[in-house]
């Protein structure tokens, strides 16, 4: 089983409709959790980190649920300019690696 | 401020040559990453720099890759007798520490042909 994995995707959604991806992560020793955006042909940027309990940071909700091993991204209102591929990153306790997930391909269409 | 910094930003070879792909991180950030990553793949984990000393190269391919921090600011990556699966895009990222988020460079993009 992978460290890290995501739906591919990609998830086709209009303009104004909010969309969740999750993550799920196998190890339990997982320690820190963040979303990173990358736009095709760029490298990835942080969109948020993600806290134990919750954070928004305006149309985006992060959220962490231990007991289920996965991290959660809402987009509220979606934009075109949402349109990217999201990667959920962690890293575990003993270890320095930030593991990356494959990505979620987000198209959001007119 | 400045942000990382990756040269040269496309870097084509032959198959066999030797490459060099340098990274300069942001100011002050002790902790320095190299990762690969492929088309439609998440970026890979190769080498991880805490200062000068190479704390964990566990995602290092093979031998014909190594990596150098000799200061603890600037760091190469080195391909020897490259090979055309070492084509990809090559991320660097440094980080204030354990925890803290990575900041990527705009990477290299090397073709083996």
């Known amino acids: 089983r992978k460290e890290v994995e995501q739906d591919p995707g990609p998830f086709n959604v209009p303009e104004g409709a909010t969309v969740a991806f999750n993550c799920t992560y196998s190890n339990s020793a997982s320690q820190s959790f963040f979303w990173y955006r990358q736009d095709c042909r760029k490298e990835p940027k942080l969109l948020m980190s993600?806290?134990?309990s919750g954070n928004e940071d305006g149309r985006f909700t992060a959220q962490l649920n231990r007991a289920s091993q996965y991290i959660s991204l809402l987009i509220r209102d979606s934009k075109l300019s949402d349109s990217a591929t999201y990667l959920c990153?962690?890293?575990?306790?003993?270890?320095?690696?930030?593991?990356f997930g494959t990505g979620t391909r987000l198209k959001v269409l007119a | 401020g400045a942000g990382v910094s990756q040269t040269p930003s496309n870097k084509v070879t032959e198959k066999g040559k030797y490459v060099e792909l340098r990274c300069d991180p942001i100011s002050g950030h002790t902790a320095l990453y190299w990762y690969r990553q492929s088309l439609g793949q998440g970026p890979e984990f190769l080498i991880y720099?805490?200062?000068?000393?190479?704390?964990?190269d566990s995602g290092l391919p093979n031998d014909r890759f190594f990596a150098v921090r000799p200061e603890g600011s600037v760091s190469t990556l080195k391909i020897q007798r490259t090979e055309r699966g070492d084509s990809a895009v090559y991320l660097c990222a440094s980080s204030l520490g354990q925890k803290s988020p990575l900041h990527f460079g705009n990477g290299t993009r090397l073709t083996v042909t």
């Open positions: 990153v962690i890293t575990t306790s003993g270890t320095y690696k930030y593991i």
């Open positions: 720099f805490q200062g000068t000393g190479a704390a964990d």
């Open positions: 993600v806290y134990s």
